[in-house]
């Protein structure tokens, strides 16, 4: 008796803490990434895939100057009409762009449709950590300001390492982040 008891306790206990949902932190909020729960902090913008253990805060660092245009697609545009907004063509469009198939280009996409002519010199020190070298493959949808925010280097510091002398990158090209 005294068993089945403590087996009908513990089968609550275990019932129970399963079945509290968990709360996110301050400034957190639960979004769908590809089909599967992520978390947007609320201040930066930043997703992430794993669930927030602390609340979100505001960044401190000073934000590098990011050359990238892009346009935010809206319902009902196509790509041509976003080429002919800018005085593009689609050649032009599908260069600017690592994007695989623009014949799915969706609502709240960012297309890139040009770079700023202005550039900032990096406040940072530059990267001479020559140990060890680790790649990126890009992406569908990436930017040289998105691979190095994900990296903490700046885009200066990115196309130094890659001998990169504009900002076009193609899917599929490793890039040097260290």
């Not at 935010?72 to 593009?88: D, F």
């Not at 990267?127 to 680790?134: A, G, L, N, P, R």
């Not at 002398?165 to 090209?173: D, L, Y």
Request: hydrophobic share 35%.
């Amino acid at each position: 008796m005294k068993l089945k008891l403590l087996f009908i306790c513990l089968f609550a206990l275990v019932c129970n803490s399963y079945s509290q949902e968990k709360k996110l932190p301050q400034g957190w909020d639960e979004v769908i990434l590809e089909g599967k729960p992520a978390y947007m902090n609320l201040i930066t913008g930043d997703i992430i895939t794993n669930f927030p253990s602390k609340p979100a805060l505001k960044k401190v660092k000073v934000a590098e100057y990011d050359p990238t245009q892009i346009h935010i697609v809206k319902k009902g545009e196509t790509l041509s009409v976003i080429a002919r907004k800018y005085n593009l063509s689609l050649a032009e469009m599908y260069r600017l762009n690592s994007v695989e198939n623009f014949d799915k280009i969706k609502i709240g996409q960012e297309i890139v449709v040009g770079y700023d002519e202005k550039t900032i010199e990096p406040i940072n020190e530059k990267y001479t950590d020559t140990t060890t070298t680790d790649y990126h493959t890009v992406v569908s949808g990436e930017t040289l300001y998105r691979i190095a925010k994900n990296y903490n280097i700046s885009v200066s510091q990115l196309k130094s390492l890659n001998n990169l002398t504009n900002n076009i990158i193609a899917i599929g090209q490793e890039l040097k982040v260290k």
